[in-house]
Structures are given as structure tokens and as C-alpha cells.
């Protein structure tokens, strides 16, 4: 009764409306994306492969909880190490807690960082590719706008706005989220 009552109802993307709709039918939503953030066009960068006998370099942003997927994270990790894959996880940012051992032995995590310094992280550590394995619909994500300034091959789940933003952009993959 008290949305109702709203001038106006905004939603930051389109993934977002539709679970607020599911919760609260009958009501209508605006869309007020951040796509103004987003200086257009994007850069795509040419990718190479990495050289036999080189690990994969695959990237990790921000604060890692269980939500934006730090079981997946450490379940693949553990995966990785116990079939010596050629991978190394680069996690810019830190976990919420502590990884298995056999995951630690894959995951690098180069603590907290500014905002402001997360560019210049990006280009010290060139990953081969981004990863968000989140396992909760996001609305936005600031740290997919930098992966994309930066023109890398992104990797993310099928919940939330991250999947919408990727969609048909070249070197983008979008799994189911539980896979």
C-alpha cells in the first residue's frame, strides 16, 4: 500500500524490475540505469591465448562474499589445484573470510583498494580474462564498468543487470549461475 502511494517507482535495470514485479504486481516501475556512467564506445582489446605452459590469468574485483560467489570461487580453485589446470585466480581486492588450503594455493588476493586506484590495479595485473561469479542478482556493478574501460573478456553469471550489460558484447561469456 505504501509503493502505491509513490509519484514514481525507479529501478536500476531490467533484471531488477522484473523482481520487483514478481514481489509487488501491479505496479510500475521507471527505468534509471547508470548506463551515464559509461563513456561509449567501449575499447575491445585484441585478445591472444596464453602460450602453452603459461596458467590462464583470470581476474577477480572487489570484496568477495558468498553472495558475489566465494564458495564458487574456492570450489573451482580447489578443482584447479586438485587437477594441476594451468590457472591462476588474481583476486584485486580480498575474500570475507579465509580460502581452503588447496584454494589459497591458486588465489591471489591483493587486499583492499580505493576506487580511485582500481584502474591502475587492473593494468598492473592484466588478467586474461574477469570473472564475476556472482550467485545474487546485482543491480549495477561498478567494477564490471571497469573491466569493460579496460576492454577484457568478462565471464559473469545469468543473475542480475552484469548479464543484461554483457549481452551480444563480444568476448563476454554468460553462464547459468549454479553452474
Do not use: M
Not at 533484471?15 to 563513456?39: C, M, N, V
Not at 581452503?100 to 591458486?106: C, E, W
Not at 561498478?142 to 545469468?158: E, I, M, Q, W
Amino acid at each position: 500500500a505504501w509503493l502505491q502511494q509513490a509519484q514514481r517507482l525507479f529501478s536500476p535495470s531490467d533484471d531488477t524490475t522484473k523482481r520487483y514485479e514478481q514481489i509487488f504486481p501491479g505496479l510500475r516501475y521507471e527505468l534509471a540505469s547508470h548506463a551515464w556512467l559509461e563513456p561509449l564506445p567501449l575499447p575491445e582489446r585484441q585478445r591472444t591465448l596464453p602460450s602453452p605452459g603459461t596458467p590462464w590469468r583470470i581476474g577477480l574485483l572487489g570484496r568477495i562474499v558468498s553472495a558475489k560467489g566465494l564458495d564458487v570461487l574456492e570450489a573451482v580453485a580447489e578443482l584447479a589445484q586438485s587437477q594441476a589446470a594451468p590457472i591462476q585466480f588474481t583476486l584485486i581486492g580480498q575474500t570475507e573470510r579465509a580460502l581452503s588450503r588447496n584454494a589459497q594455493h591458486l588465489v591471489v588476493q591483493t587486499g583492499p583498494y580505493q576506487e580511485a586506484d582500481l584502474d591502475e590495479k587492473l593494468s598492473a595485473h592484466v588478467p586474461d580474462l574477469l570473472w564475476f561469479p556472482a550467485q545474487w542478482p546485482e543491480t549495477y556493478s561498478y567494477t564490471l564498468s571497469a573491466a569493460l574501460r579496460h576492454g577484457l573478456p568478462v565471464v559473469c553469471s545469468d543473475l542480475g543487470a552484469p548479464a543484461q550489460r554483457l549481452a551480444g558484447r563480444p568476448f563476454s561469456l554468460i553462464l547459468p549461475w549454479n553452474s
